[in-house]
C-alpha cells in the first residue's frame, strides 16, 4: 500500500507500508516468551484506507514520540502507549489503516517508553514503561517507575491542553505494559478524559485503588480487550482488575477474545468504532 505523507514545509512524500523484520516478533517480556507483534497479526486487516498525514517526530521533556496530525487543526486526541520492548511505531500501522486522524480532526500521540533495564528479561535494556520484576498476581510492582510513567503521560495530557484541546476530548489507550499505565493514569486524573482503552492489560498497583482514585466513576468510560489465550497477562488477571474497578464503582466495558496476548481482526471494527463514538 503506497502512503502519502504530507511534510510540514508542504512537500509530499510517498513510501511503501511494509511490515519490517523489526515487527515479526514483539519483545513483550522477551527473555519470557515470544509473542507477534500487534503490526504482523494485523497486516491483513483492510479497513478504511488513510488520507494525507502530517507525521513528525518530536520530544517533550526528553520523551521521544510520534504524532500524527490530520489535515486540518485537531480538535481532540489519541495517546497511545505500546508494550514492553515495542515503540510508538507499533500502532502507526494500524492509525493509517484506520484513517481516523481525519475523519475526527484527531492528533495520535504515540510515545516511544524510556530505555531501562527490566528485571524480568535479566536486565536487558529496553524500551519500557517501568520495570517487570515477576509475572503473575502478588508478584512485587515497581511503583516508583509506575509513578513515572504516570507524571510522563499526565504531561502529554496537560500538553495537548495547552495546545487547545480539552481533557474530555482526550482518550488514553495502551498495549500490555503501556494499557497498564493508561489505566493507572486515567483513575487518577482529577479532570473527565474521552475515555481509556486497554488492550490485553492489567491494572498495576491495584490496592493503591480505593485511596488514590480521583476520576469521576460516571464520566469514566473504560474498555478492556483481553484474549483468553493469554500466556503473559492471563485471562484471570484482567478479570480481576475489571472486578476491582466495578468494586470501586467504575463500570468496564469488558470483550474477551479467542487470541494470545496480541490484537485480533476480530475485534477490529469494534475497536475503531468506539474510539469513533467516543471523540465524534
Known sequence: MLLNFKLPDGRTRSTR????????LNSEYTAKIFV?????CLALVSLSQPASYYIRMNEEKGLDLLEIEPEGPPGCAVIWLHGLGADGHDFEPLVQQWG???KLGARFILPH????????NGGMVMR????????????AEDRLGIEQAHQLVVGLIRREQQRGIRSDRILLAGFSQGGAVALHTALRYHAALAGVLAL???LPLAELLAAEKCANHSSLVIRMDHGDQDPVVSF??????????????????FHRYPMAHSLCVAQMESLRNWI?????
Open 128 to 139: 519500557a514503561w517501568y520495570d517487570i520484576y515477576a509475572l503473575g498476581v502478588g508478584a
Open 236 to 253: 484471570a488477571v484482567a478479570e480481576r482488575s475489571r472486578d476491582l474497578m466495578e468494586s470501586q464503582g467504575y463500570e468496564v466495558e
Open 276 to 280: 469513533v463514538r467516543r471523540l465524534e
Open 100 to 102: 481516523l486522524a481525519d
Open 17 to 24: 507500508n511494509t511490515y519490517n523484520d523489526r515487527a515479526a
Open 200 to 202: 490485553s492489560s492489567y
Open 113 to 120: 517508553a524510556p530505555q531501562r533495564p527490566v528485571t524480568l
Open 36 to 40: 507477534p507483534s500487534v503490526t504482523t
